[in-house]
């Protein structure tokens, strides 16, 4: 991971990671009519990502202000660098559970899905995490009827181990990967 104008970032091929601190994601989520990026942003944000729609925001911020050490598993901007464009954002749900347990969502805005760039984040996000030691299990959850996301998992041969009922979301199926499979096929 490498800092760039005051932003953590996590590289792939094609893409920065970018770690909303913790002000500018409460700003997000309490004002996003005038959030601007900082002047030292090496990026824009002309599809207002998180700020025409707040995502993960309303569950991330209230942590966030319990805990700003938390931020660190939460809420990044998907940049693709050829464009210096925001055209998504990714996050843990929190930080690992008592179990090593991880769990991940992203949205990609739709001009940029079917791309590769979902795929691409999240092994990016799932490489970082896996050097934490604390982490030993990732998980990833998806609706059936979501099948973009069913063949983006598809990809990472993650199991799926059970399904839930999301509050908001109904049924999902549940994935998950020890973290040294993960590795083991993904490197």
Known sequence: ?????????????????????????????????????????????????????????????????VNPELNKWFVRFIVLRELQEIIGSISFHGAPDAAGMIEIGLGIEPAFQ????????LAGMWTWVCTEPEVQTLRYTVSPDNLPSQRIIAKFGFPKVGQQID????????YESAKADFLAQNR
Do not use: C
């Open 114 to 121: 079917n791309q590769g760039f979902a795929t691409e984040a």
């Open 1 to 65: 991971m490498s800092e760039v104008n005051n932003y953590e970032l996590i590289h792939t091929d094609r893409l920065d990671l970018v770690l909303i601190p913790v002000p500018d994601l409460i700003q997000l989520f309490e004002d996003p009519d005038r959030y601007q990026l900082p002047p030292s942003a090496t990026f824009k944000n002309p599809h207002q990502v998180l700020v025409k729609n707040s995502g993960p925001l309303r569950w991330r911020v209230p942590q966030v202000k």
């Open 167 to 174: 509050d908001e979301d109904g049924p999902e199926d549940i």
